[in-house]
């Protein structure tokens, strides 16, 4: 696998191009995905990504983009001043609806995410992008899963007990809650939060990638 920090190098470069064209396009809607960990949400990210032909940003690509002053400078610098005024408009607008005091690494977080957002043909997953960008520019998946299937998924996936995999699961679910709640006041499970909810213990990664793609098509 490629590193992180030449993914977003060639990202970047990608959006300097796309800026000196200045296309007039109206950019498609962002797909943000937030999945229950075991769900199998990265493999439908990746498969709707390669069906639309989409930028694929995950938890380490994002991180990698707020974390990095350097680095976020650059990605926000890939607009142009009315898409840095947007972004800061959007920006603003999730802060006040939300009535968040957000801390200087959030405040990043969200301009990277508009950033992405304002440049569109992405799906992004997980970091709570569905309660930053506006309603005009996302369409909010969230996939879901049985506990037992998501057990059972990660201890395939990663060779360990169904005792260990439940403690993965378990954790790794109370911290997506936690983070949630405390930047965004939100309940990550709440289903209003979300345009399209997938059930993976009752369609394939596949079949759920494909009613993605429909409703974007």
Same mark, same amino acid.
């Given at each position: 696998?490629?590193?992180?920090?030449?993914?977003?190098?060639?990202?970047?470069?990608? &959006?300097?191009?796309?800026?000196?064209? +200045?296309?007039?396009?109206?950019?498609?809607?962002?797909?943000?995905?937030?999945?229950?960990? %075991?769900?199998?949400?990265? /493999? =439908?990210?990746?498969?709707?990504?390669?069906?639309? @032909?989409?930028?694929?940003?995950?938890?380490? *690509? *994002?991180?990698?983009?707020?974390?990095?002053?350097?680095?976020? !400078?650059? =990605? !926000?610098?890939? /607009?142009?001043? #009315?898409?840095?005024?947007?972004?800061?408009? &959007?920006?603003?607008?999730?802060?006040?609806?939300? @009535?968040?005091?957000?801390?200087?690494?959030?405040?990043? /977080?969200?301009?990277?995410?508009?950033?992405?957002? #304002? @440049?569109? +043909?992405?799906? *992004?997953? %997980?970091?709570?992008?569905?309660? *930053?960008?506006?309603?005009?520019?996302?369409? #909010?998946?969230?996939?879901?899963?049985?506990?037992?299937? $998501? !057990? #059972?998924? =990660?201890?395939?996936?990663? %060779?360990?007990?169904?005792?260990?995999?439940?403690? $993965?699961? /378990?954790?790794?679910?109370?911290?997506? +809650?936690?983070?949630?709640? +405390?930047?965004?006041?939100?309940?990550?499970?709440?289903?209003?939060?979300?345009?399209?909810?997938?059930?993976?213990?009752?369609?394939?990664?596949?079949?759920?990638?494909?009613? !993605?793609?429909?409703?974007?098509?």
């Amino acid at each position: 696998m490629r590193a992180i920090q030449q993914i977003i190098e060639e990202q970047v470069r990608r &959006w300097e191009i796309l800026r000196k064209e +200045k296309t007039s396009a109206k950019p498609m809607p962002v797909i943000t995905l937030s999945r229950e960990p %075991g769900s199998g949400g990265q /493999l =439908v990210a990746q498969a709707v990504a390669e069906r639309l @032909h989409l930028d694929l940003f995950d938890q380490k *690509i *994002i991180n990698a983009m707020a974390e990095n002053a350097d680095t976020s !400078i650059r =990605v !926000i610098r890939t /607009l142009d001043e #009315r898409g840095v005024s947007m972004i800061e408009d &959007w920006v603003s607008a999730a802060i006040s609806e939300r @009535h968040l005091w957000p801390d200087e690494v959030l405040q990043v /977080l969200m301009k990277v995410v508009g950033t992405i957002g #304002r @440049h569109g +043909k992405a799906i *992004i997953v %997980g970091r709570g992008t569905n309660f *930053i960008l506006p309603p005009e520019a996302r369409f #909010r998946v969230r996939i879901i899963a049985p506990l037992e299937r $998501r !057990i #059972r998924r =990660v201890a395939e996936t990663y %060779g360990v007990s169904l005792s260990d995999a439940k403690r $993965r699961v /378990l954790r790794t679910e109370s911290d997506r +809650k936690a983070f949630v709640r +405390k930047y965004f006041h939100s309940d990550i499970g709440d289903p209003a939060n979300y345009d399209m909810i997938l059930n993976t213990g009752t369609m394939s990664i596949e079949s759920a990638a494909a009613a !993605i793609c429909a409703v974007m098509a």
